[in-house]
């Protein structure tokens, strides 16, 4: 018998209502839900948790006692992957791009210690530092170190492979079940398996996702997977994406980035991350502001987790030094 699933978290997560975001945002109030996937507690949590159910369940099925995955070294998936494996009793190796502590402290690399490394080290993984590669470079060091072990499970960068992305087929089942009138699910778009198991269990017009820079052509990335997950997928053009958060770069947190995250915390104690759900929410703002997210429809922010990933960003100490003292 095969294992398709490994529990890792407690299902279904909550769905909490918005409404000073909302308003925030200039939407009604009752219009704005917030759908907290950040809450799967494994290792700290995120939607990566999901994806692992699936991609470590398979990775068990052929006997592996290793698992060995790429991600930028802020990586909340190569943390989730790190807690995944210490909870199936296996070992994790993180296969990161650059030099251990190297130059990797520049805003743009994502590449400062603290953070997700710190967790990682705790959680016991050990990492691989690639040198100077590009993202292929990186996967094929990846693949290079699996082959070189006796019983070694190549997770795929972010855990998106059609296996991984089925966790969010499930997840969009689960967030239909609690919303059923659901116009739009706002999700940010990293290795693409979040957005495109999504699609697969919601359909193209439900779910808009707000690409972070992660990979370089989102809508063939989103469309492939989704591809391997349904009979009839979507035409690649009828995917909601918006490329319009992305800046100057994946790891460098924009105004609009900063902005939104302020204003989740300040209208609902709800933290961000400068990577991806900063730019989600960012985006978020955008198509209110642009009409293609309306008032008086029923749209949920999908928060994905990502906390750990605000302690090792740069810029995040030099904007929030601490509160404002009372004068
Ligand atoms: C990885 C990640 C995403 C993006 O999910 P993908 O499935 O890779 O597109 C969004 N938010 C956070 C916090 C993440 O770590």
């Given at each position: 018998?095969?294992?398709?699933?490994?529990?890792?978290?407690?299902?279904?997560?909550?769905?909490?209502?918005?409404?000073?975001?909302?308003?925030?945002?200039?939407?009604?109030?009752?219009?704005?839900?917030?759908?907290?996937?950040?809450?799967?507690?494994?290792?700290?949590?995120?939607?990566?948790?999901?994806?692992?159910?699936?991609?470590?369940?398979?990775?068990?099925?052929?006997?592996?006692?290793?698992?060995?995955?790429?991600?930028?070294?802020?990586?909340?998936?190569?943390?989730?992957?790190?807690?995944?494996?210490?909870?199936?009793?296996?070992?994790?190796?993180?296969?990161?791009?650059?030099?251990?502590?190297?130059?990797?402290?520049?805003?743009?690399?994502?590449?400062?210690?603290?953070?997700?490394?710190?967790l990682d080290?705790?959680?016991?993984?050990?990492?691989?530092?690639?040198g100077d590669?590009?993202?292929?470079?990186?996967?094929?060091?990846?693949?290079?170190?699996?082959?070189?072990?006796?019983?070694?499970?190549?997770?795929?960068?972010?855990?998106?492979?059609?296996?991984?992305?089925?966790?969010?087929?499930?997840?969009?089942?689960?967030?239909?079940?609690?919303?059923?009138?659901?116009?739009?699910?706002?999700?940010?778009?990293?290795?693409?398996?979040?957005?495109?198991?999504?699609?697969?269990?919601?359909?193209?017009?439900?779910?808009?996702?707000?690409?972070?820079?992660?990979?370089?052509?989102?809508?063939?990335?989103?469309?492939?997977?989704?591809?391997?997950?349904?009979?009839?997928?979507?035409?690649?053009?009828?995917?909601?994406?918006?490329?319009?958060?992305?800046?100057?770069?994946?790891?460098?947190?924009?105004?609009?980035?900063?902005?939104?995250?302020?204003?989740?915390?300040?209208?609902?104690?709800?933290v961000l991350?400068?990577?991806?759900?900063?730019?989600?929410?960012?985006?978020?703002?955008?198509?209110?502001?642009?009409?293609?997210?309306?008032?008086?429809?029923?749209?949920?922010?999908?928060?994905?987790?990502?906390?750990?990933?605000?302690?090792?960003?740069?810029?995040?100490?030099?904007?929030?030094?601490?509160?404002?003292?009372?004068?």
């Amino acid at each position: 018998m095969t294992i398709s699933r490994l529990p890792l978290a407690d299902w279904p997560t909550p769905v909490e209502p918005a409404p000073r975001l909302a308003r925030a945002l200039g939407l009604e109030p009752d219009d704005l839900w917030i759908k907290r996937d950040d809450l799967t507690g494994l290792g700290g949590g995120g939607n990566k948790i999901r994806k692992l159910e699936h991609t470590v369940a398979q990775a068990l099925a052929a006997g592996a006692d290793t698992l060995v995955t790429t991600g930028a070294p802020q990586s909340n998936h190569a943390r989730l992957t790190a807690a995944a494996a210490a909870r199936a009793g296996l070992s994790a190796v993180l296969v990161f791009p650059g030099e251990p502590g190297g130059s990797g402290g520049a805003e743009g690399s994502g590449g400062s210690g603290g953070g997700n490394l710190v967790l990682d080290g705790l959680l016991g993984a050990r990492a691989v530092w690639a040198g100077d590669v590009d993202q292929d470079g990186l996967a094929a060091a990846a693949a290079r170190l699996a082959a070189s072990l006796p019983a070694a499970a190549l997770i795929p960068f972010g855990g998106s492979s059609v296996v991984g992305a089925r966790g969010y087929v499930e997840g969009g089942h689960e967030l239909l079940g609690q919303v059923p009138d659901l116009d739009t699910v706002v999700v940010a778009l990293g290795s693409g398996g979040t957005m495109a198991g999504l699609v697969a269990a919601l359909g193209p017009d439900k779910v808009l996702g707000v690409h972070t820079g992660a990979v370089d052509d989102p809508r063939t990335v989103v469309s492939d997977l989704v591809s391997g997950l349904t009979e009839l997928p979507p035409d690649p053009g009828a995917l909601r994406i918006r490329d319009d958060q992305v800046g100057p770069g994946y790891a460098v947190q924009t105004d609009a980035v900063a902005t939104a995250m302020e204003t989740a915390a300040r209208t609902e104690g709800i933290v961000l991350d400068p990577v991806y759900t900063g730019r989600a929410l960012a985006g978020l703002a955008a198509a209110v502001a642009d009409g293609t997210v309306r008032r008086n429809r029923r749209t949920v922010f999908l928060h994905t987790g990502g906390l750990p990933g605000l302690f090792g960003h740069p810029s995040v100490a030099r904007r929030w030094p601490g509160p404002q003292v009372l004068t």
